[in-house]
C-alpha cells in the first residue's frame, strides 16, 4: 500500500537554486495538497488541486509553483530558493472534504 | 477566510491525567472538522473527524471530541493519557462547498511524562 509518496526526503539547496519536490498518491484522489510545517506554526496551505488540470492558491504560495497534469502526480517547483524556504514540506490527498487527508511521509529542506 | 485556532502550544501532563485541547474555528458556514497526531519523526495521521450527525465523535486510541456549533469549537478530550501520547495533535477544519481547502491549526505539543 503506497498511499501517498514524496521524494526526496532530505535535501539541501543553495541560495537561487531551483528544485521540484515529487508527491505521487495511487488512490485516486481528485484532491491534494502542499503544506510546509515550520515549528509553532502548524502546516501552511502552499497550493492545492482539485482535480487533474485545476490547482489553486493557499495561504503561502509566494516562491512557489505547481502542475497537476495527472490525477496522480502533484510536484511541487522552487524556482529560486531562499532560505525563508527552509522547512518541511508534506503533500496530502484525500477524496472529499469530509474524508481523511492522506499524508507523505515529508521532505525536509535546508537552503544555505 | 477561514481560520483555525489551537489555544494551547504547549501542554505537559503525567501519566493517567486527563487531556483536554481547545480548538475554534471562524467560519459559520457547514464545516468538516478533524483531528490529526503527528508523533516524533513521522507523518499525520488522522485521530478522528466529525462532518455530519452525533457532535461526540470517537477516534482511535481512545480519542474522543465534541464538536459544539454555537461555540464554534472541536475540543479533543482523553480520560487518561499513556506515555505514548507524547506528540503534536493538530485541529483541521474544510468547508462543504468551500473548495475543500483543508485548513490547520497552529497545533498543540503534548509532552506525557511517567
Known amino acids: 500500500n503506497a498511499g501517498v509518496t514524496q521524494t526526496p526526503k532530505f535535501r539541501i539547496l543553495k541560495i537561487g537554486q531551483s528544485m521540484t519536490l515529487q508527491c505521487a498518491q495511487d488512490?485516486?484522489?481528485?484532491?491534494m495538497y502542499w503544506y510546509r510545517q515550520d515549528p509553532g506554526m502548524g502546516l501552511k496551505l502552499i497550493y492545492y488541486s482539485v482535480g487533474a488540470g485545476i490547482t489553486d492558491k493557499g495561504e503561502v504560495p509566494n516562491g512557489y509553483n505547481v502542475s497537476r497534469s495527472t490525477t496522480e502526480d502533484f510536484p511541487l517547483r522552487l524556482e529560486l530558493a531562499a532560505p525563508s524556504q527552509t522547512s518541511v514540506y508534506f503533500c496530502a490527498s484525500n477524496d472529499s472534504p469530509s474524508t481523511e487527508a492522506f499524508f507523505g511521509q515529508g521532505t525536509r529542506l535546508t537552503v544555505v | 477566510a477561514q481560520s483555525v485556532s489551537q489555544h494551547n502550544h504547549h501542554v505537559i501532563l503525567s501519566e493517567a491525567a486527563s487531556l483536554e485541547l481547545g480548538c475554534n474555528y471562524s467560519y459559520g458556514g457547514t464545516v468538516n472538522l478533524f483531528w490529526y497526531v503527528q508523533y516524533p519523526g513521522q507523518h499525520l495521521q488522522l485521530l478522528l473527524k466529525?462532518?455530519?450527525?452525533?457532535?461526540l465523535v470517537k477516534g482511535i486510541k481512545g480519542f474522543e471530541a465534541e464538536f459544539i456549533k454555537s461555540k464554534f469549537s472541536f475540543n479533543l478530550r482523553k480520560p487518561s493519557v499513556q506515555w505514548s501520547d507524547t506528540a503534536e495533535y493538530f485541529c483541521a477544519v474544510t468547508l462543504t462547498g468551500g473548495g475543500n481547502k483543508l485548513t490547520f491549526g497552529t497545533g498543540t505539543q503534548l509532552k506525557v511524562e511517567l
Open positions: 488512490m485516486n484522489h481528485n484532491y
Open positions: 466529525y462532518f455530519s450527525g452525533d457532535p
